[in-house]
């Protein structure tokens, strides 16, 4: 396993949509572990494949330190209500912002060997998974954000 480098707002690559997952090998579970690694070392609680430079249908969403879930192809089939809340990225440092998000998603995904399953995630969990889902489709959260606030939650200035 190794750290990657994350990939920051401004780069092109952020923008780009990621291609379908379509062999499930060793290359796809080091992508995966190394994914889970860099997200720990940066003490975030999700992160996409094009986050770390590569333009693969993967994310690794952990809405907390008992549950670390890895998506690969994740696709969002049902969304329900909406709910603001505050919202930061690894690749986007020290910005902050307030967006609107489902308060439940049921998600259909397939796990690091291709054997499909289906969730349901709310709350805090359905909004860490609509934010890396917008990651494959080259969305960053800058550009759902209704206001940018401070760490504190504060409007900023």
Known sequence: ?????????????????????????????????????????????????????????????????????????????????????????????DVWGIVVRPDHVVVRAQDRDGREFQFSADGYAARIVCHEVDHLDGVLFTEKAIRFVNPDGEDEE
């Open 1 to 93: 396993m190794a750290i990657r480098n994350v990939v920051i707002r401004g780069d092109a690559l952020l923008t780009k949509k990621s291609r379908i997952v379509e062999r499930f090998d060793e290359r796809l579970h080091t992508l995966i572990d190394d994914m889970i690694e860099t997200m720990h070392k940066k003490e975030g609680v999700g992160i996409a494949a094009p986050q770390v430079g590569v333009l693969r249908r993967v994310v690794i969403v952990e809405p907390n330190p008992e549950t670390t879930m890895t998506l690969v192809n994740p696709e969002i089939l049902e969304r329900s209500g909406a709910v603001e809340g505050m919202e930061g990225c690894l690749s986007v440092p």
